[in-house]
């Protein structure tokens, strides 16, 4: 029975480089099954070590978020034997969408970045990082925002880690507008808005820009 059509999302059928997602229906609930398959081109042991730890960071790290108050697909079930993980079909589309969209309002793209800005704040507040940030992991439902993929975060991130969320959220910004340097000061001033030791980061997210311009 093929999965049920659904809004595009980034795990509509979707295969990415280290998990392969489809919709399906669990328990009578909409969600989707996420399947880390194994990658031939590692030596075996290394391959199952690295997917196991993947999944438990993921499973680990939404729940943890959740808890501290940003949206986070429900995990359903999880079989460590098949390194399969169940989760909530959240509503919603891409905030890359919204971004990318030329008929969205200037006045809209904002609220959206100073909300996506809040959103990482809260995460680091509580001792987390994302590691993939990039608004296709960013879902949008008119409403609110859903953080997905949290399976390259960590727990306790070093300030390096923080860093590189806001510079991979700076980076995607340019690929999405021509506005990207204002709407990454919106993102800012919500970010540290929501995270204390925002200056930190925010010095380091520098650091990591020089490095990165000098290589």
């Known amino acids: 029975m093929s999965p049920p059509s659904i809004p595009r ?9 280290e998990a392969k997602v489809e919709a399906i ?5 909409p969600a989707v099954r996420k399947v880390r398959p194994a990658k031939t081109y590692r030596p075996a042991d290394l391959d199952l070590r690295l997917r196991t730890g993947r999944l438990r960071t993921e499973v680990r790290l939404l729940r943890e978020a959740r808890r501290a108050g940003v949206r986070t697909p429900i995990v359903l079930d999880v079989d460590e034997s098949e390194l399969v993980l169940v989760l909530e079909r959240l ?11 030329p008929e969205v309002p200037a006045e809209e793209r904002e609220r959206l970045v100073g909300l996506w800005g809040e959103l990482l704040g809260r995460l680091h507040q509580a001792g987390l ?15 609110r925002l859903s953080l997905l993929d949290l399976s390259l975060g960590s727990k306790d991130p070093s300030l390096e880690e923080r860093g590189i969320d806001l510079h991979l959220v700076e980076e995607d910004l340019n690929t999405l ?18 995270y204390r030791s925002s200056p930190e980061v925010l010095e380091r997210v520098r650091e990591i820009r020089g490095r990165i311009r000098y290589a």
Not at 25 to 29: D, H, I, P, Q, S
Not at 91 to 101: F, I, K, M, N, Q
Not at 135 to 140: I, R
Not at 177 to 193: E, G, K, M, N
């Open 25 to 29: 229906e669990f328990l009578g609930l």
């Open 9 to 17: 999302t980034p795990w509509s059928g979707a295969e990415g480089a």
């Open 177 to 194: 507008t021509p506005d990207a340097p204002r709407l990454f000061r919106v993102f800012v001033d919500c970010y540290a808005r929501a």
């Open 129 to 143: 990082s994302h590691g993939d940030l990039t608004a296709s992991n960013v879902l949008w439902d008119g409403h």
């Open 91 to 101: 509503p919603g589309t891409p905030l890359t969408e919204h971004l990318s969209a």
